[in-house]
């Protein structure tokens, strides 16, 4: 019983993070479209988003035009 709910807790946790991920994805793709990049930009950094969350997160918000 106790290994069951240690699972669903990883689980629940998981897809937190998965959800997490698409919307910080998202965000940075209308965010790169709205300051006025190409389609095809912002969707290498919906990509780069979605594949490596966090490094590319963290470069995009360095290299975005402020």
């Not at 993070?17 to 793709?29: D, E, F, H, Q, R």
């Not at 965010?31 to 995009?60: C, H, M, Q, W």
């Amino acid at each position: 019983m106790e290994v069951i709910s240690l699972i669903m807790v990883f689980l629940f946790f998981g897809f937190i993070l998965l959800v997490l991920n698409v919307i910080t994805s998202i965000w940075a793709y209308r965010d790169s479209v709205r300051k006025g990049n190409s389609k095809e930009y912002a969707i290498v950094v919906l990509i780069g988003t979605l594949f490596f969350p966090i490094i590319g997160l963290i470069v995009y918000l360095i290299i975005r035009n402020d």
